[in-house]
Structures are given as structure tokens and as C-alpha cells.
């Protein structure tokens, strides 16, 4: 019996596949909890409406990831931290502080955790830091550092 799956199923397939199963445990275990429906002309059809539709909304947001990566590149990023006379900082600067810094200078909101800093940023200066914005996009761009 075909059924497209409307939820994971362990060993047996993930959300939107059309999966081949016996038709005892599409009757008693798939249909009734809800997990598969049957695979008719209409049920295939709307799946395929909206496996299109999600690769365009995919194709969109790699799109505007390159875009913004783009921008984040070409940006000069400052973060204003309190530091010794002697360069070194009192704590240090986290990707929150990053994230601060993307948003007044570009105006976008960019989650913490996708800021990646390779090493503590503890003293004045130019650093390297990395922006996760999508699962094949990845933005470099360079922090400074400056005393507030």
C-alpha cells in the first residue's frame, strides 16, 4: 500500500516521502495515529505543490544569504569594549557583542549563535570572525576592537 508519510516514521522514512508498506501496519499503526495518508492523484499532486514551493523558498534564502554575506564582508565592524593601559580588555568580547555591532552597523538581526570566534577576543585589535548564515553560506569579516 502507498502512503505519504505526514510526520517522521523511525526506519521508515521522513515527512512527505511516499513510502511502499503492508497494508496491516498502514491500517492499524500508520493511519490511525495520524502518521501517513494515503497516496491518491490529490494527495500526490498537493505534495508535489509543496516540495515546488519549498525549494523556492530554499533557492530565496540562499539567495539572500549570499547577499548579506556579501555585505557583511565589505563591512567594517567596531565593538567598543573598556581596556587597561596596557591594550588588554576587562573580560572579553563575545558573539553577542558581534552581533550588537552587525545590527547598528547593517541594520539586520544576526543570531549569536551562528557567530563563530575562533579564539577569546581579550585585547585591542583586529580579529577574524565568522557569520553562519546559511548551511553552505559562511561570511569572514573582521571585528575591531577599540576602547570605549
Sequence with gaps: MKLILLSDVKELGKQGEVVDVAEGYARNFL???????EADKGALAVLESQKRAKD?????????AKELAQRLEAAQLSVKAKAGGNGKLFGAVT???VADAISHTLQINVDKHKIEIKAAIKALGAYPVEV???KSVLAKTTVNVVAA
Design 31 to 37: 493511519l490511525p495515529r495520524k502518521l501517513a495518508t
Design 56 to 64: 523556492r523558498r530554499d533557492a530565496q534564502a540562499l539567495t539572500d
Design 95 to 97: 558573539n553577542a557583542d
Design 132 to 134: 553562519r548564515l546559511h
